[in-house]
């Protein structure tokens, strides 16, 4: 008799339904299913954020979390609508999770506000010690922990990047939202970057697409400028309509997301969203096996990646050197 060989997927995906099977068992003889929530400004459709939201539930599975066995997901996607964040934040808060991932700088006050007992963890925080998120990066010390989504230093890091790649660049207009309190420390390094590189530092303070485009054709208005893009909800959001009308302007952009290269961006500069997802899972994992938040150390990305796009280059007249093609981790041709 003869019997047909398994292929190493058929193997795992007959090792994870046994598992399935077999936590489920658990669950029936009573143990407790945990819950974990998943808070998230960007609209469903957001298929950027998906994939991450995606990574982090594949790595949950991985730790030995299986939807419908052991834990059950609770998940809310808002868009950048502040009314519709307060409400469901409420919601969740009071379906008492045991632990909740979220993301979004005006987003973690409001979940602060209604609960310092369940465990937060953030897939991307750019100070939460300035902001007063936590006592200090090694030892948080209330209910919030995680991973940093854009080191300070990173934004200047950036605007040298940026003038990198168009070298003619005298003068940067930085865009951000100041209800985000992450951004007056967003605007301190920008400003001391600048005076390094020569650049003439102008920041520009929005709510919605009305103020960026008023930003845009401000800078059109005088050669050699450029626009910088932090990290900031509203701004993702918005990606699939900033990034034609940055082109329309002709103005050369680094973002601070790779979801803008998705949307056609000139470059970019982050961590690796993915990863930080990633490790957040096993955050939550630790924290459902018995850990406290406030002993989980805030750790900073350990994957930048630059990303640019010789396409959008050409069309804006820049000719990339090889140097800096070479620092690329992906050159969209």
Known sequence: ????????????????????WLLAARAQQGERIRR????MPYPESDAEYQARVHAFRQELARLGW?????????????????????????????????????IG????????????SIPIVLPGASDPVGVGWATSLAHPGGNITGFGGFELSVVGKSLEMLK??????????????????????????????????????????????ADIERAATSLADRDN???????????????????????????????ADPAFMRAGGLASYAP??????????????????GEMPGDLPFQQPTKYQLIVNLKVAKALGLDLSQALLALADEVIE
Request: hydrophobic content about 45%; aromatic content about 8%; charged content about 20%.
């Open 164 to 209: 990198q790649i168009a070298p003619a660049t005298v003068r940067v207009g930085l865009i951000y939202n100041p209800d985000n309190p992450n951004t007056v420390f967003y605007r301190r390094s920008f400003d001391a970057a600048a005076g390094s590189l020569a650049v003439e530092p102008v920041t520009f303070p929005i709510h919605g697409l």
């Open 66 to 102: 299986i939807d419908g066995a052991n834990v059950r997901f609770d998940e809310h996607w808002t868009a950048d609508d502040m009314t519709r964040v307060r409400a469901e934040a409420a919601t969740l808060v009071a379906s008492n999770p045991d632990a909740i991932l979220a």
């Open 272 to 289: 690796d969203r993915l990863d930080l997802f990633r490790r957040s899972a096993g955050y939550v994992d630790r924290i459902l096996r």
């Open 1 to 20: 008799m003869q019997f047909n060989r398994l292929s190493r997927r058929d193997v795992l995906t007959l090792l994870s339904s046994t598992v399935a």
């Open 225 to 255: 400028n450029s626009i910088l893009f932090p990290g900031n909800v509203t701004t993702i959001a918005l990606r699939n309509e900033i990034v034609p009308l940055v082109a329309r302007r002709r103005l050369p952009a680094m973002y």
């Open 36 to 39: 974990v929530g998943i808070f």
């Open 105 to 116: 700088g005006r987003v973690i006050p409001i979940l602060m506000q209604l609960s310092r």
